[in-house]
């Protein structure tokens, strides 16, 4: 089967840089994903890592090691919006499996 | 930009009535999926759909779930007769190739079962 953990919630305060972990077991692997959903609001694509190392997007980065079975998003300069859950997710193609989510809260 | 629609954004429904859930995915993608998300959990997979069948489907997927791509925008989920548990916001989701990770999501549809 596949199973994917994250903590529960994380809170940091505006301007900081928080790191949301995910470790996850999974019998077949081609990428980690991440998104980000806000309250009532549908999931919204961050990134994708297929091979280790960081990928960055703007803010944003997410690491991978294949090897640990163990990625994380970084988010930078947190502003007030960033407040949302955020889901690790592994698969391919056909069927995507999302992990526990994390509940950021930014605080002013 | 193109997006994932979803309609109903809400419905209310009778235990073991027939619900349809209805979704049009990006007009230039390939693979389309149903997910559901409990109020307060996680997102989980219910089945994709690729070249007009269905590609997987989880446990959760049994007889009483079906999906149809009845012309070349729409794509349905239909629950027979649904149960209180089926209480959930649905998410419709497609994608371009399938590969890199990222799904498309529609905003939703709230199915509430009393």
């Known amino acids: 089967g596949q199973s994917l953990e994250q903590p529960s919630e994380v809170t940091a305060v505006e301007g900081a840089i928080v790191q949301i972990n995910c470790t996850y077991q999974?019998?077949?692997?081609?990428?980690l994903s991440w998104y980000q959903q806000h309250d009532g609001g549908a999931p919204t694509f961050l990134s994708y890592n297929a091979l280790d190392g960081l990928e960055e997007t703007g803010r944003f980065s997410s690491f991978l090691s294949r090897s640990d079975s163990y990625g994380y998003l970084l988010l930078q300069e947190l502003q007030m919006k960033d407040s949302a859950s955020y889901f690790c997710?592994?698969?391919?193609?056909?069927?995507?499996?999302f992990g526990t989510g994390t509940r950021l809260k930014v605080l002013a | 930009e193109p997006e994932v629609t979803q309609t109903p954004s809400h419905q209310v429904t009778q235990m073991g009535q027939e619900v349809i859930l209805r979704c049009v995915p990006i007009s230039n993608h390939l693979y389309f999926y149903w997910y559901r998300q409990i109020l307060g959990q996680k997102v989980e997979f219910l089945v994709s759909?690729?070249?007009?069948?269905?590609?997987?489907k989880s446990e959760i997927f049994d007889d009483q779930f079906s999906v149809e791509r009845p012309d070349g925008s729409n794509f349905t989920l239909k629950i027979r007769s649904t149960k209180l548990e089926d209480s959930a916001m649905y998410f419709c989701?497609?994608?371009?190739?399938?590969?890199?990770?990222?799904?498309?999501f529609g905003e939703g549809s709230r199915l509430t079962v009393l």
């Open positions: 989701a497609s994608s371009p190739s399938g590969g890199r990770g990222e799904l498309f």
């Open positions: 997710a592994v698969g391919g193609t056909y069927k995507y499996i």
């Open positions: 759909f690729y070249n007009n069948e269905i590609s997987e």
């Open positions: 999974t019998s077949g692997f081609y990428g």
